[in-house]
T-cell receptor
Framework: TQLLEQSPQFLSIQEGENLTVYCNSS?????LQWYRQEPGEGPVLLVT?????EVKKLKRLTFQFGDARKDSSLHITAAQPGDTGLYLC??????????FGTGTRLKVLA | EAQVTQNPRYLITVTGKKLTVTCSQN?????MSWYRQDPGLGLRQIYYSMNVEVTDKGDVPEGYKVSRKEKRNFPLILESPSPNQTSLYFCASSLLLAGAWGEQFFGPGTRLTVL
């Protein structure tokens, strides 16, 4: 069974700090997605990474896919209270099954 | 407005009473999926469908049934609910892209409690 482990599980930081969230697996994924979920809502896609070593930037968010396509990271620069939420990574394999990570709950304090 | 709708949003039921959670999307997406979300476990895929009459098991299909008779609808059926099926359920849909993973659009969620 493919698993995606995220770390840390919880993160509480002050506005303006930087942070990195990790998504790791022992399996290779053909692509990896990052979603953000706010209370009472469904997850919303932030980015999809496909190529090993790929780096994508979305304003203050930087996403990286590991060279071996087994891991990914999300780095947030100068976090804002609006970044608060549950961050989920999700991997796709050869089938059309989705595997989601366990999530990282981020709270950014003003 | 492009959206995925689920009904009901909240449901409290008793063990063994059959129920159906409906899911509908208006984006003409081929791919639809059901997930359950439990604290500390993230989202786990229950069933997915790649098109009409094509469904397959996700990681936690036991106790659930689905059907895909129309492209826009993908109901989740619990024939005999049990307390361990108490959870937050999400329906999602996406385009089915050749060799790539499309963006999944999620519904607002259905919070189910089985007593």
């Amino acid at each position: 069974t493919q698993l995606l482990e995220q770390s840390p599980q919880f993160l509480s930081i002050q506005e303006g700090e930087n942070l990195t969230v990790y998504c790791n697996s022992s399996s290779v994924f053909s692509s990896l997605q990052w979603y953000r979920q706010e209370p009472g809502e469904g997850p919303v896609l932030l980015v999809t990474v496909v190529t090993g070593g790929e780096v994508k930037k979305l304003k203050r968010l930087t996403f990286q896919f590991g060279d071996a396509r087994k891991d990914s990271s999300l780095h947030i620069t100068a976090a804002q209270p609006g970044d608060t939420g549950l961050y989920l990574c999700a991997g796709g394999s050869g089938t059309y099954k989705y595997i989601f990570g366990t999530g990282t709950r981020l709270k950014v304090l003003a | 407005e492009a959206q995925v709708t689920q009904n009901p949003r909240y449901l409290i039921t008793v063990t063994g009473k059959k129920l159906t959670v409906t899911c509908s999307q208006n984006m003409n997406h081929e791919y639809m999926s059901w997930y359950r979300q439990d604290p500390g476990l993230g989202l786990r895929q229950i069933y997915y469908s790649m098109n009409v009459e094509v469904t397959d098991k996700g990681d936690v299909p036991e106790g659930y049934k689905v059907s895909r008779k129309e492209k826009r609808n993908f109901p989740l059926i619990l024939e005999s609910p049990s307390p361990n099926q108490t959870s937050l359920y999400f329906c999602a849909s996406s385009l089915l892209l050749a060799g790539a993973w499309g963006e999944q659009f999620f519904g607002p969620g259905t919070r189910l409690t089985v007593l």
